[in-house]
């Protein structure tokens, strides 16, 4: 099971520019759309065959979102990256509705086609 981070603590963390790796697990159209800073998209579908080309370091902190508490999409999402042996996977729970409710910035971006 993953550890969890507090918007707070994400938002100082980007806002400092600490080294970790942020993922949205929605997907490209949705990513494309709206994603937190510096976010990559890595929706569990792809995990597997995207996981090791985007983290090459196992160890590296890795923190995982989706849309709001009843989306599983990043708690499978941090499973799958556990069971590939990753481990410092930390879940932003309340996710990307919490960010916008907070007034915190959004990235656009090109859909991925």
């Not at 969890?4 to 980007?14: F, K, M, W």
């Not at 065959?49 to 499978?76: K, M």
Request: with cysteine; aromatic share 8%.
């Amino acid at each position: 099971m993953a550890g969890h981070i507090t918007r707070e603590e994400l938002r100082a963390r980007i806002e400092r520019g600490d080294e970790f790796v942020l993922l949205e697990t929605l997907g490209p159209d949705t990513y494309a759309y709206g994603h937190l800073p510096g976010a990559l998209n890595l929706p569990p579908d792809d995990v597997k065959r995207r996981a090791r080309e985007l983290i090459p370091n196992y160890d590296a902190e890795i923190v995982v979102y989706c849309a709001n508490r009843g989306c599983q999409a990043s708690t499978q999402a941090a499973n799958q990256l556990k069971a590939l042996g990753y481990t410092n996977v930390r879940d932003y729970l309340d996710g990307k509705a919490d960010w916008i409710e907070a007034g915190l910035p959004l990235e656009k971006s090109t859909p991925a086609r």
